[in-house]
């Protein structure tokens, strides 16, 4: 059992930059799969960045790559999403997610365990 705990959303202007962060507990963390995922007011879910249990793989969504970086530190059981560049499309409530079976992974149901969220908003 993993629980995941997201913070550092906020209000930021265009072009701005934040950084998230993802607080795990439970055991085997540094197994797990981590992701990030967005929901845009009226829209799905959506991926947005990926990172393997060692940190040696990450993938990310076309519309975040050169802009956005995830990474983890395994001894503190934290993953994190620096953001910079920030656009007003970047909008959403954003989800920590882990995904016990390893690997990249870009699809919602390969994750087992979810954060609550963390909004971010970008005003133009």
């Known amino acids: 059992q993993v629980h995941l705990v997201e913070s550092g959303g906020a209000l930021v202007q265009a072009g701005g930059s934040l950084r998230l962060s993802c607080a795990a507990s439970g055991s085997f963390f540094s197994r797990y799969t981590m992701g990030w995922f967005r929901q845009a007011p009226g829209k799905e879910q959506e991926f947005v960045a990926t990172?393997?249990?060692?940190?040696?793989?990450?993938d990310y969504a076309d519309s975040v790559k050169g802009r956005f970086t995830i990474s983890r530190d395994n001894p503190k059981n934290m993953v994190y999403l620096q953001m910079n560049s920030l656009k007003p499309e970047d909008t959403g409530v954003y989800y920590c997610?882990?995904?016990?079976?390893?690997?990249?992974?870009?699809?919602?149901?390969?994750?087992?365990?979810w954060g609550q969220g963390t909004q971010v908003t970008v005003s133009s």
């Open positions: 997610a882990a995904d016990s079976m390893g690997g990249i992974a870009r699809a919602r149901p390969s994750y087992d365990y």
């Open positions: 990172i393997t249990w060692s940190g040696g793989s990450t």
